[in-house]
T-cell receptor
Framework: KQEVTQIPAALSVPEGENLVLNCSFT??????LQWFRQDPGKGLTSLLL?????REQTSGRLNASLDKSSGRSTLYIAASQPGDSATYLC???????????FGTGTRLQVTL | GAGVSQSPSNKVTEKGKDVELRCDPI?????LYWYRQRLGQGLEFLIY????????KSGLPSDRFSAERTGESVSTLTIQRTQQEDSAVYLC???????????FGQGTRLTVV
């Protein structure tokens, strides 16, 4: 059974800092890995999708890497801003249904 | 539509009543998922539809839960005889095909009193 773990559970940083969020998964037979953000009381917003054959994806200040063999992904956020405050979730797609299995998230707060 | 649309956005119901939640996927998306998120917890997979294939119902927590989807259009999630532990946000997602980017709706917040 696929299990996804995210570390840390919560993180508070001052504005402008670069930061790294970690995601690990137990079954390396994944099709892709996706990072989302969730604002309080809202749905999920897709940030980046990395296919299993890729090593990284970039979008603006965000960079996600994938090491499938070791079951790890990182989300790097450069020059953090208060608007980045949210919960960040990673999810891996496995199985014939490409079912997404989610981690429990990292709650990020960027302070002024 | 431009995104995944869910209705209602909020629903308060009395214990024992049935509720129906609706999801409108992005036009042309063949795959549709339902997830549940209890307060302070992660997302739990409920059910998956892919085209005309038989749905994957492996995540439905009990026989009080059912879902339907007609073709590649709207899906409804029905919860019969609601219980307080059914209180959660129910999220719907769609993808253009298997193994591609998933887009989520804003969710339906269900409160059973």
């Amino acid at each position: 059974k696929q299990e996804v773990t995210q570390i840390p559970a919560a993180l508070s940083v001052p504005e402008g800092e670069n930061l790294v969020l970690n995601c690990s998964f137990t079954d390396s037979a994944i099709y892709n890995l996706q990072w989302f953000r969730q604002d309080p009381g809202k749905g999920l917003t897709s940030l980046l999708l990395i296919q299993s054959s890729q090593r990284e994806q970039t979008s603006g200040r965000l960079n996600a890497s994938l090491d499938k063999s070791s079951g790890r992904s990182t989300l790097y956020i450069a020059a953090s801003q208060p608007g980045d405050s949210a919960t960040y979730l990673c999810a891996v797609a496995t199985g014939t249904a490409s079912k997404l299995t989610f981690g429990t998230g990292t709650r990020l707060q960027v302070t002024l | 539509g431009a995104g995944v649309s869910q209705s209602p956005s909020n629903k308060v119901t009395e214990k024992g009543k049935d509720v129906e939640l609706r999801c409108d996927p992005i036009s042309g998306h063949t795959a549709l998922y339902w997830y549940r998120q209890r307060l302070g917890q992660g997302l739990e997979f409920l059910i998956y539809f892919q085209g005309n294939s038989a749905p994957d119902k492996s995540g439905l927590p009990s026989d009080r839960f059912s879902a339907e989807r007609t073709g590649e259009s709207v899906s409804t999630l029905t919860i019969q005889r609601t219980q307080q532990e059914d209180s959660a946000v129910y999220l719907c997602a769609s993808t253009s095909q298997a193994y591609t980017e998933a887009f989520f709706g804003q969710g339906t917040r269900l409160t059973v009193v």
